[in-house]
């Protein structure tokens, strides 16, 4: 059985790494280091799922979201993630149509669970 596409957009490459660390053995993984990146890849690919960072130069993760819903690909799901404890943070993601957030620093688990919670559904 092949395994599921999760593409991880984050700024910050360690970030990055860890998630691509936590996920490899369960899913497929690809990286975008910006917002801008991730639209390229998704001009080309569609993954199962998108790991979303909110906080990005240029691009953040919201005006990332809004151009993947414009490109028509509101279809993927959105996993949001953010070192930023606001909880009005969350709230702007999930009405934006995030299925989860995740927040920096991250657990280990608590990305594998969301991520099979999303994907296992």
Do not use: W
């Not at 599921?4 to 970030?15: E, F, G």
């Not at 990286?31 to 998108?50: V, Y």
């Amino acid at each position: 059985m092949e395994k599921k596409h999760v593409l991880v957009v984050d700024d910050v490459s360690t970030n990055l790494r860890c998630i691509g660390e936590i996920l490899k053995d369960y899913y497929k993984i690809s990286m975008a280091k910006s917002g801008e990146a991730a639209l390229t890849f998704l001009a080309e690919q569609k993954p199962d799922l998108i790991i979303l960072d909110v906080f990005m130069p240029n691009l953040d993760g919201y005006q990332t979201m809004e151009l993947i819903k414009e490109r028509g690909l509101s279809e993927i799901p959105v996993i949001f993630l953010s070192a930023d404890s606001e909880i009005a943070t969350e709230e702007k993601g999930l009405q934006m149509g995030a299925v989860d957030f995740i927040r920096k620093p991250f657990e280990p688990n608590r990305v594998l669970e969301c991520v099979q919670k999303v994907l296992e559904a």
